[in-house]
């Protein structure tokens, strides 16, 4: 598997702020994907992040609220912009890839985000 | 819309029984499948991973896949209460989609 350090692993923020959330893989990877898991509820996928090119976002998600990079197969960041309270939620990194890591998905630690 | 059912429990078990958490899917185009274990504020952690029709078993778990039905299972032999977690599954066509996940607890 995969050693992911995402970070950070929690903050409060305030109403209409930003907060960029980092991770970091131990090895490149063939895919990177962000998402946000809410109290109680599964993990929702936000969007596929791409190295090189814009993120493939899901349904309900847009760039301009959740920009993500990927400038290298090995890191990537997804920033939640404008946050209101129901952003907060826990936001998860995952990968994937080829080679040993196969199509398995792992996650980061997650960061577990709450909005004032 | 591509869908991954699970039942949400809680399933209450005693310690020493087994376990049995079910998963049904709608997406045929789906190749594998995969039981991660989510204990409350942790990130999910892979547990098993099945490819074929039939059993695949790894110590005290064992993967169930019936493409036929659409459905996956697991089993938890000798449940302990470190086992207490939300198990959920997930099918891979071209990404993972989860299923809601099933809390079970393991009583002592």
């Known amino acids: 598997s995969a050693v992911i350090s995402q970070k950070p692993s929690r903050d409060i923020c305030q109403r209409g702020t930003s907060l960029t959330i980092q991770c970091q893989v131990d090895s490149q990877v063939t895919m990177m994907f962000w998402y946000r898991q809410q109290p109680g509820q599964s993990l929702t996928l936000i969007a596929t992040?791409?190295?090189?090119?814009?993120?493939?976002?899901e349904s309900g998600f847009v760039i301009d609220k959740f920009p993500i990079s990927r400038p290298n197969l090995t890191f990537s960041t997804l920033t939640v912009s404008n946050m209101s309270p129901e952003d907060s939620s826990i936001y998860l990194c995952?990968?994937?890839?080829?080679?040993?890591?196969?199509?398995?998905?792992?996650f980061g630690a997650g960061t577990r985000l709450s909005v004032l | 819309q591509k869908e991954v059912e699970q039942n949400s429990g809680p399933l209450s078990v005693p310690e020493g029984a087994i376990a049995s958490l079910n998963c049904t899917y709608s997406d045929r185009g789906s190749q594998s499948f995969f039981w991660y274990r989510q204990y409350s504020g942790k990130s999910p952690e892979l547990i098993m991973s099945i490819y074929s029709n039939g059993d695949k078993e790894d110590g005290r778990f064992t993967a169930q896949l019936n493409k036929a039905s659409q459905y996956v299972s697991l089993l938890i032999r000798d449940s302990q209460p470190s086992d207490s977690a939300t198990y959920l599954c997930?099918?891979?066509?071209?990404?993972?989609?989860f299923g809601g996940g099933t809390r079970l607890m393991v009583k002592p």
């Open positions: 995952s990968v994937s890839g080829r080679g040993s890591l196969g199509n398995i998905q792992y």
């Open positions: 997930a099918g891979a066509g071209n990404m993972l989609t």
């Open positions: 992040a791409n190295q090189g090119s814009e993120a493939t976002y």
